[in-house]
Antibody, heavy 123, light 110 residues
Framework: EVQLLESGGNLVQPGGSLRLSCEASGFTFTNYGLSWVRQAPGKGLEWVSAMSGSGGVTHYADSVKGRFTFSRDNSKNTVYLQMSGLSPEDTALYYC????????????????WGQGTMVVVSS | QSVLTQPPSVSAAPGQTVTISCSGSSSNIGNNYVSWYQQVPGTAPKLLIYDNNKRPSGIPDRFSGSRSGTSATLGITGLQTGDEADYYCGTWESSLSAWVFGGGTRLTVL
């Protein structure tokens, strides 16, 4: 079964840092792009960052550029989102989503989503 | 304010047909494939339509998608109470090298 399992969400103070993880199973990890998509409480979907299958191409939303870093460990079938300079506006449920192609950008879509991990930024 | 514009809500009776629009521009919908996602409250989004009008396996043919110019439409026929959910359109925004989603449409089956 194709599956994504996020972890690492927590309560963190403004200005703090946090690292989210997303472990993949059931598909050839390096063949597909992955993205992080977040959803603030009661709000819509907001894309955060995307990475190609090999990790060679990465994109970021303007709202997180310079603060968040997307990385992957192909030996562990896991991707990470390192978040720093967190603000209350970053409070959201963070989903990991699998793209239908290698690049995870352009003419693509997200066919598998994890259950999400909650990040709360508050003092 | 989302790059893609969707109506906040739509409603219809069981058995009827509903359409949800998604309006964009030449730098997103006009030149990239559109996908649609269903999100039942409290659960993760689920892919309904990809490449403008293709359905993943397991998605019933009551769900359909189309694209014309810089707009896309999701159609749902034979509405069921289980279709009550939030629906989002998404596509690639070429000018930003970023994914963009519509603000979401809440479907109520009366």
């Amino acid at each position: 079964e194709v599956q994504l399992l996020e972890s690492g969400g927590n309560l963190v103070q403004p200005g703090g840092s946090l690292r989210l993880s997303c472990e993949a199973s059931g598909f050839t990890f390096t063949n597909y792009g992955l993205s992080w998509v977040r959803q603030a409480p009661g709000k819509g979907l907001e894309w955060v960052s995307a990475m190609s299958g090999s990790g060679g191409v990465t994109h970021y939303a303007d709202s997180v550029k310079g603060r968040f870093t997307f990385s992957r460990d192909n030996s562990k079938n896991t991707v990470y989102l390192q978040m720093s300079g967190l603000s209350p506006e970053d409070t959201a449920l963070y989903y990991c989503a699998k793209a239908t192609s290698y690049y995870g950008s352009g003419d693509d879509a997200f066919d598998i989503w994890g259950q999400g991990t909650m990040v709360v930024v508050s003092s | 304010q989302s790059v893609l514009t969707q109506p906040p809500s739509v409603s219809a009776a069981p058995g009827q047909t509903v359409t949800i629009s998604c309006s964009g521009s030449s730098s997103n919908i006009g030149n990239n494939y559109v996908s649609w996602y269903q999100q039942v409250p409290g659960t993760a989004p689920k892919l309904l339509i990809y490449d403008n009008n293709k359905r993943p396996s397991g998605i019933p043919d009551r769900f359909s998608g189309s694209r014309s110019g810089t707009s896309a439409t999701l159609g749902i026929t034979g509405l069921q109470t289980g279709d009550e959910a939030d629906y989002y359109c998404g596509t690639w925004e070429s000018s930003l090298s970023a994914w963009v989603f519509g603000g979401g449409t809440r479907l109520t089956v009366l």
